[in-house]
């Protein structure tokens, strides 16, 4: 026998006793530390842990084979009550809870209790200290129209109209937008552009009106907030107001309609408020978490916008748009209002001037994160985490308390089947983040303090944000390693309305026009939710998922109410989900998802769904750049060689795991430890060339929208730089040609993790 046999069985041998042991005495979960204090107040319950077994201690059969579900996720499905949705959203609602106030703390406090109570093995308040931006409740943000003489005509609301006349109480903000930089801007110039993309910006100085030291207004929709922020501050504006138009928030608006609460359109006086960072975490604390006695970059040294930013009805707006002059707009940019949309700068009468004035104010407060945990039985270092962040900037009745009432209805679940003995594999992790609505700061610095645990030991991120903003169809987009769970628990999960024709919750997402695109799923995770960090900097396999609108019928980019005071509960019980079925529907699905992939000895995970996606880079790459790529002497052909081998050893892969008969734990450890690392072996230290921050050198963001998503986004972000250069630019080609290979280099990294592990 070779030596290097012997050793290998010895150290097989010496892992899988380690492994029971670990198992047997439950010290092998690399858990999150509780103090003697948290010890005292019982926050860890016993668990009963077992050694490898074909059954559960009930007695139902673990799930193996084709299926992933087994008896647990049938009684899963059961258990869970529509009823106990609409109760928990009620709470949740009761009041606004913003990150980082004594409501927030509050809906934290209360989540561990219920948590604890309902059979958690281990919860915890984790707080991070980070960096917020709060509006000065004494100097209230407001945009003026100043006459000739100085005298103001007009003074825009910094609160919604209540729909009941009682005034809204201290749990409401008044509008703002978070990190908007305190400042005062007073000016007889105002543009008009747009939605606030590049382009628009572009379009504009083409019309030759200037952008640069002027006040801008823009519309919200299409792109994300903060990226307008950007982009007005690459064209050298001195501030920018957004506001909701009619045209996207209520088309009807001119006609008579009524909005909100007779419809779900929205309000004349509904001010959509939001963050406008565009980077993810506290940035104050980049790249390491914004723990006790951390150093914080000064405020100069922060990657936060510069030029103030403040947010308007479009009953407010509409005072500044109808005094604006200059050329009228082109067709395709005018909006709602029954105005003369113009470009600006001017205004229609001489001297008359526009103030912007924020008065936001940063301080570090602390965000609490609510973790619960499910020991597992044979895996507890493995970790399966549904996620949801909790804060909101209102009542939050779509955003994100619809999510979070689902969650509590999944724990509540989950823990009907802990109370009869059942436990699963591989642990569950459920997060409730904090402060996820300023730029998914619990979520970031969580990932930052566990970064080298669940760079080797998260199986998944199941996210949801918003589970309700609609009910016409489901929007899945995922990571390719989570199709196929997400696809076999489809059929398992009842439609949530028969009435329609459906059986399955499969057949409602096939057979109706699909919310996000075309394809069944997609791969836009983008950076509109908490899942970003995860897959952005672990690479950890990553879905989220919603129900939404039928995009044939309406266009919009968010949901009329998002954001706004209109956002409460009467919206969901009286107009979007009155029986809370989509719901019920989205927790099962969830619930089925999350069970399948910590109780299936072999990972439900399919590599060749890898090489679909993979091919799509190379296709949409040719396409779009193909005669430019030729041009400039770069070929495709070696990303081409690796994909094709890669597929080569996924299928290997696949094939091997599907014709087994007998796995020992430590095979069935192997293969899953092949599974997880694959996805992670697509971010890179150094991260884009244009976006260091961006690890992932497969999934990422649109550069000029993160609620946009680039399939290899170091590439892209090389390729619009080299293309857009107005003059011959080698050096920039020689980036394109280093991310090319560094796209390469991840791929066949994944091809390595695929092959047998005997063999390099």
């Given at each position: 026998?070779?030596?290097?046999?012997?050793?290998?069985?010895?150290?097989?041998?010496?892992?899988?006793?380690?492994?029971?042991?670990?198992?047997?005495?439950?010290?092998?979960?690399?858990?999150?530390?509780?103090?003697?204090?948290?010890?005292?107040?019982?926050?860890?319950?016993t668990?009963?842990?077992?050694?490898?077994t074909?059954?559960?201690?009930y007695?139902?059969?673990?799930?193996?084979?084709?299926?992933?579900?087994?008896?647990?996720?049938?009684?899963?499905?059961?258990?869970?009550?529509?009823?106990?949705?609409?109760?928990?959203?009620r709470?949740?609602?009761?009041?606004?809870?913003?990150?980082?106030?004594?409501?927030?703390?509050?809906?934290?406090?209360?989540?561990?209790?219920?948590?604890?109570?309902?059979?958690?093995?281990?919860?915890?308040?984790?707080?991070?200290?980070?960096?917020?931006s709060?509006?000065?409740l004494?100097?209230?943000?407001?945009?003026?129209?100043?006459?000739?003489?100085?005298?103001?005509?007009?003074?825009?609301?910094?609160?919604?109209?209540?729909?009941?006349?009682?005034?809204?109480?201290?749990?409401?903000?008044?509008?703002?937008?978070?990190?908007?930089?305190?400042?005062t801007?007073?000016?007889?110039?105002?543009?008009?552009?747009?939605?606030?993309?590049?382009?628009?910006?572009?379009?504009?100085?083409?019309?030759?009106?200037?952008?640069?030291?002027?006040?801008?207004?823009?519309?919200?929709?299409?792109?994300?907030r903060?990226?307008?922020?950007?982009?007005?501050?690459?064209?050298?504006?001195?501030?920018?107001?957004?506001?909701?138009d009619?045209?996207?928030?209520?088309?009807?608006?001119?006609?008579?309609?009524?909005?909100?609460?007779?419809?779900?359109?929205?309000?004349?006086?509904?001010?959509?408020?939001?963050?406008?960072?565009?980077?993810?975490?506290?940035?104050?604390?980049?790249?390491?978490?914004?723990?006790?006695?951390?150093?914080?970059?000064?405020?100069?040294?922060?990657?936060?916008?510069?030029?103030?930013?403040?947010?308007?009805?479009y009953?407010?707006?509409?005072?500044?748009?109808?005094?604006?002059?200059?050329?009228?707009?082109?067709?395709?940019?005018?909006?709602?209002?029954?105005?003369?949309?113009?470009?600006?700068?001017?205004?229609n009468?001489?001297?008359?001037?526009?103030?912007?004035?924020?008065?936001?104010?940063?301080?570090?407060?602390?965000?609490?994160?609510?973790?619960?945990?499910?020991?597992?039985?044979?895996?507890?270092?493995?970790?399966?985490?549904?996620?949801?962040?909790r804060?909101?900037?209102?009542f939050?009745?779509?955003?994100?308390?619809?999510?979070?009432?689902?969650?509590?209805?999944?724990?509540?679940?989950y823990?009907?089947?802990?109370?009869?003995?059942?436990?699963?594999?591989?642990?569950?992790?459920?997060g409730?983040?904090?402060?996820?609505?300023?730029?998914?700061?619990?979520?970031?610095?969580?990932v930052?303090?566990?970064?080298?645990?669940?760079?080797?030991?998260?199986?998944?991120?199941?996210?949801?944000?918003?589970?309700?903003?609609?009910?016409?169809?489901?929007?899945?987009?995922?990571?390719?390693?989570?199709?196929?769970?997400?696809?076999?628990?489809?059929k398992?999960?009842?439609?949530?309305?028969?009435s329609?024709?459906?059986?399955?919750?499969?057949?409602?997402?096939?057979?109706?026009?699909?919310?996000?695109?075309?394809?069944?799923?997609?791969?836009?995770?983008?950076?509109?939710?908490?899942?970003?960090?995860?897959?952005q900097?672990?690479?950890?396999?990553?879905?989220?998922m919603?129900?939404?609108?039928?995009?044939?019928?309406?266009?919009?980019?968010?949901?009329?109410?998002?954001?706004?005071?209109?956002?409460?509960?009467?919206?969901?019980?009286?107009?979007?989900?009155?029986?809370?079925?989509?719901?019920?529907?989205?927790?099962?699905?969830?619930?089925?998802?999350?069970?399948?992939?910590?109780?299936?000895?072999?990972?439900?995970?399919?590599?060749?769904?890898?090489?679909?996606?993979?091919?799509?880079?190379?296709?949409?790459?040719k396409?779009?750049?193909?005669?430019?790529?030729?041009?400039q002497?770069?070929?495709?052909?070696?990303?081409?060689?690796?994909?094709?081998?890669?597929e080569?050893?996924?299928t290997?892969?696949?094939?091997?795991?599907?014709?087994?008969?007998?796995?020992?734990?430590?095979?069935?450890?192997?293969?899953?430890?092949?599974?997880?690392?694959?996805?992670?072996?697509?971010?890179?230290?150094?991260?884009?060339?244009?976006?260091p921050?961006?690890?992932?050198?497969m999934?990422?963001?649109?550069?000029?929208?993160?609620?946009?998503?680039?399939?290899?986004?170091?590439?892209?972000?090389?390729?619009?730089?080299?293309?857009?250069?107005?003059?011959?630019?080698?050096?920039?080609?020689?980036?394109?040609?280093?991310?090319l290979?560094?796209?390469?280099?991840?791929?066949?990294?994944?091809?390595?993790?695929?092959?047998?592990?005997?063999?390099?």
């Amino acid at each position: 026998m070779a030596d290097w046999v012997l050793r290998g069985m010895i150290l097989g041998a010496l892992v899988a006793l380690l492994s029971l042991a670990l198992a047997l005495t439950g010290t092998g979960l690399a858990s999150f530390p509780l103090s003697p204090e948290q010890q005292e107040e019982g926050v860890t319950k016993t668990i009963r842990s077992r050694a490898e077994t074909t059954t559960s201690a009930y007695g139902g059969l673990k799930p193996s084979g084709e299926d992933y579900f087994g008896t647990a996720g049938e009684q899963l499905l059961d258990e869970m009550k529509a009823e106990n949705i609409e109760r928990y959203l009620r709470y949740l609602t009761s009041k606004g809870h913003m990150a980082g106030t004594r409501q927030d703390l509050e809906q934290a406090e209360y989540l561990k209790k219920v948590w604890l109570d309902q059979g958690l093995d281990q919860v915890l308040l984790q707080p991070y200290n980070v960096q917020l931006s709060h509006p000065d409740l004494a100097k209230p943000n407001k945009v003026y129209l100043l006459d000739e003489a100085g005298e103001v005509k007009f003074t825009s609301s910094v609160m919604e109209e209540p729909l009941d006349g009682v005034q809204y109480d201290d749990s409401i903000p008044p509008a703002f937008l978070a990190f908007s930089p305190a400042g005062t801007v007073v000016t007889e110039e105002l543009v008009y552009v747009n939605y606030g993309m590049y382009e628009d910006f572009l379009t504009v100085e083409a019309a030759g009106v200037r952008v640069g030291g002027r006040l801008v207004i823009a519309k919200f929709g299409r792109i994300f907030r903060g990226d307008k922020i950007q982009n007005a501050q690459r064209f050298n504006a001195s501030g920018i107001i957004l506001y909701t138009d009619p045209r996207d928030y209520h088309p009807d608006w001119q006609s008579g309609e009524p909005g909100y609460p007779h419809t779900f359109w929205l309000p004349g006086s509904g001010i959509q408020r939001g963050s406008i960072l565009w980077r993810d975490g506290d940035p104050t604390t980049p790249y390491y978490p914004a723990l006790d006695g951390v150093y914080r970059l000064p405020e100069e040294q922060t990657d936060t916008p510069t030029i103030p930013a403040h947010t308007l009805s479009y009953n407010d707006a509409r005072k500044l748009l109808v005094n604006l002059g200059g050329q009228e707009v082109p067709p395709a940019w005018r909006g709602g209002l029954n105005i003369t949309y113009r470009m600006g700068p001017q205004l229609n009468t001489l001297g008359w001037k526009v103030k912007l004035e924020v008065n936001n104010v940063k301080r570090v407060l602390p965000t609490y994160n609510v973790i619960g945990m499910i020991r597992g039985s044979e895996e507890p270092d493995r970790y399966v985490i549904y996620a949801n962040h909790r804060d909101s900037w209102t009542f939050g009745s779509c955003d994100p308390s619809s999510a979070t009432a689902v969650q509590m209805e999944v724990v509540r679940a989950y823990g009907h089947l802990l109370a009869q003995g059942w436990r699963p594999r591989r642990s569950i992790v459920f997060g409730s983040w904090g402060a996820g609505e300023f730029g998914f700061f619990g979520s970031s610095e969580w990932v930052e303090e566990y970064l080298k645990v669940f760079q080797t030991r998260a199986v998944a991120n199941l996210n949801v944000d918003i589970a309700v903003a609609f009910t016409y169809n489901i929007f899945v987009s995922a990571t390719p390693l989570l199709h196929k769970i997400i696809k076999e628990a489809t059929k398992r999960t009842p439609a949530p309305d028969p009435s329609l024709g459906y059986e399955t919750l499969w057949d409602h997402w096939n057979q109706r026009v699909r919310a996000s695109s075309p394809d069944l799923m997609d791969y836009s995770l983008a950076s509109i939710s908490d899942h970003a960090p995860f897959y952005q900097r672990l690479g950890v396999p990553t879905s989220y998922m919603g129900w939404h609108i039928n995009y044939e019928e309406f266009k919009w980019s968010d949901y009329p109410l998002y954001h706004t005071t209109y956002e409460e509960f009467d919206s969901m019980k009286n107009i979007l989900d009155p029986e809370f079925g989509h719901h019920l529907a989205l927790g099962r699905l969830w619930a089925l998802m999350g069970v399948g992939l910590a109780d299936a000895k072999i990972l439900p995970m399919d590599p060749e769904d890898e090489t679909v996606m993979l091919r799509r880079i190379v296709h949409d790459l040719k396409q779009e750049y193909g005669p430019t790529l030729l041009e400039q002497g770069i070929s495709l052909d070696h990303l081409q060689l690796t994909i094709q081998q890669f597929e080569e050893a996924a299928t290997s892969f696949s094939s091997h795991v599907h014709n087994l008969t007998d796995v020992s734990p430590l095979l069935a450890r192997q293969l899953n430890d092949q599974l997880l690392l694959l996805e992670k072996c697509y971010t890179h230290t150094e991260g884009s060339s244009l976006r260091p921050h961006m690890k992932n050198m497969m999934f990422g963001t649109n550069n000029f929208n993160q609620y946009d998503s680039w399939l290899a986004p170091g590439v892209r972000d090389a390729l619009w730089e080299a293309t857009h250069c107005q003059e011959p630019c080698p050096q920039r080609w020689q980036v394109v040609r280093q991310q090319l290979s560094i796209l390469q280099y991840v791929i066949n990294s994944a091809l390595l993790a695929m092959k047998d592990i005997k063999s390099l």
